[in-house]
């Protein structure tokens, strides 16, 4: 096993639990057995020109022939539930180790890598690519730790070293046992507080399925450190904004290991960035009652919430939710909080802003965030909605209420409209995921609140290109989306 480089390593261990033998796949993918036989000993890899085509054959054949003992150890391993999950696990998995190979191959001129490697220096996206190991697909078991000064770098990089989405299994479901946590530096250096609060929220929306979590640490300023544990690590001191210096490369299980001690032994929880909760917890412990009593309170809306019912809509949505059995809420509770905001929205200084897109997305699917539960209205129902929403924007003067029409970031692949909720005692987000469990994120430590609450004002002050602050455009919009609704309504009782 020492001598051969990963895949040959990765496909023999798969042929050997699918109980496959060499002719077997070489009838299978049509290929001569002396092939298959040179492919399982390392001594060669299939031609990259039918690379995939040869992988995708593997995969296929390797799911076919699995007992249901066999079958089931893979679909814990890969964290899987249907078979055809799992051949594209498989899949996936195969390629990682098949182009890792051959980056080798022509990057040093083996196939096995040293277990260290030192490179004088490297741009930020040769660091990236270096960063993508195939020790990062152990879904089923996967700690890693990082000290890297995202916020110094130039803009364009940031996804390349951060997104863990390229890191582990691309499927939309929770990998409970991946956990990622990255310090960063938010101290040291100038601020975009606009970018760099929506960097950070999307750098959160595409970790909510897997235990991600962020600390503040000025230690990490100039530093770009990786490592998976007993895995694989890399390091560098950051230059500039676009390239890194000495940097190591290693797989040695023991360094790998202190690196990973040495790095997570900083990660402590009165450093974090932003602490999970759950809403359950948000309501039982009164955060959520506190934030609507506090001073200052703002509201940055990407999707409707509860906050925007009428009376008679909020008890048939809570009806709702809790005779399905979709959500442990008490309902006493929630009434009080529910006539709490109703009070404040009366009473209160409140400044809110909500995305165009939160009235237009509601209006097709009819999706609410409800307690952080997520809920379809009936199109009467969103009407109803949509109605209050326009009779608090027309008669509460005391809510000051903008639009936002498009983005503030536009050169991220994905971008998140999450809901911030800020106010002077405490502040929160919901990331609008499929998880209860890591989707809403207080605001923990000094530093991000500065950045988040610079960043609300300057959109609030200052975003005149996409912030409508003229509650005669507001309303003709919520007129439109209004239109939109009774269209479908109607088109509905038309089928």
């Not at 593997?58 to 890969?78: G, H």
């Not at 799992?86 to 980056?103: M, P, S, T, W």
């Not at 929770?174 to 990255?182: A, D, F, G, I």
Request: charged share 25%; glycine share 4%.
């Amino acid at each position: 096993m020492e001598d051969k480089n990963r895949f040959s390593n990765l496909l023999e261990q798969l042929m050997i639990i699918a109980d496959v033998k060499n002719y077997t796949l070489a009838s299978e993918l049509q290929y001569d057995v002396s092939y298959i036989s040179k492919w399982v000993s390392g001594r060669m890899l299939p031609a990259e020109k039918s690379s995939k085509k040869v992988l995708h054959g593997i995969s296929q054949c390797i799911v076919e022939n699995l007992s249901n003992l066999a079958r089931d150890r893979l679909i814990n391993d890969y964290q899987v539930e249907e078979t055809e999950d799992l051949e594209r696990a498989i899949f996936d998995h195969l390629e990682e180790e098949y182009c890792y190979v051959k980056g080798l191959k022509k990057s040093i001129g083996t196939d096995i890598a040293p277990k260290t490697l030192h490179f004088a220096s490297l741009t930020l996206p040769q660091f990236a690519e270096k960063m993508h190991h195939p020790a990062l697909r152990n879904v089923k078991s996967l700690h890693v730790v990082a000290a890297m000064d995202i916020l110094s770098m130039e803009k364009e990089y940031r996804f390349l070293i951060t997104q863990a989405k390229n890191y582990h299994m691309p499927l939309n479901r929770e990998l409970s046992e991946v956990h990622y946590s990255l310090m960063m530096n938010l101290e040291i250096g100038k601020r975009d507080s606009i970018y760099d609060s929506i960097f950070i929220i999307n750098m959160f929306s595409v970790n909510t399925n897997i235990d991600f979590n962020v600390y503040e640490c000025p230690q990490s300023y100039g530093k770009l450190i990786f490592a998976v544990k007993n895995a694989y690590c890399i390091s560098g001191m950051l230059l500039g904004t676009n390239s890194c210096l000495s940097v190591t490369m290693s797989e040695e299980e023991k360094f790998c290991e202190i690196m990973y001690e040495k790095i997570g032994a900083l990660c402590r929880r009165e450093m974090l960035l932003f602490r999970k909760t759950t809403m359950r917890e948000m309501l039982t412990k009164y955060d959520y009652v506190q934030l609507m009593l506090s001073k200052n309170i703002r509201f940055l809306i990407g999707r409707l919430t509860e906050h925007f019912l009428p009376d008679d809509l909020f008890e048939e949505i809570l009806n709702q939710v809790t005779s399905s059995g979709q959500a442990d809420i008490d309902m006493d509770l929630v009434w009080n909080v529910h006539r709490l905001t109703q009070t404040v929205f009366h009473e209160s200084q409140i400044k809110i802003m909500i995305y165009e897109s939160a009235f237009t997305e509601f209006s097709v699917s009819g999706e609410m965030d409800f307690f952080n539960y997520k809920v379809n209205l009936t199109t009467d129902q969103r009407c109803r909605c949509l109605r209050y929403v326009a009779s608090l924007i027309d008669e509460q003067k005391n809510l000051s209420i903008k639009m936002i029409r498009g983005r503030f970031v536009t050169d991220f692949q994905y971008s998140a409209t999450p809901c911030l909720f800020l106010a002077d005692n405490i502040s929160y987000m919901r990331l609008g995921a499929q998880s209860l469990n890591n989707n809403v994120m207080v605001l923990n430590a000094d530093a991000v609140k500065k950045l988040f609450n610079k960043f609300y004002a300057e959109i609030w002050d200052y975003g005149q290109d996409i912030v409508i602050k003229d509650k005669t455009v507001i309303q003709d919009t919520l007129e439109h989306v209004l239109r939109m609704v009774d269209l479908l309504h109607k088109s509905k009782d038309i089928s």
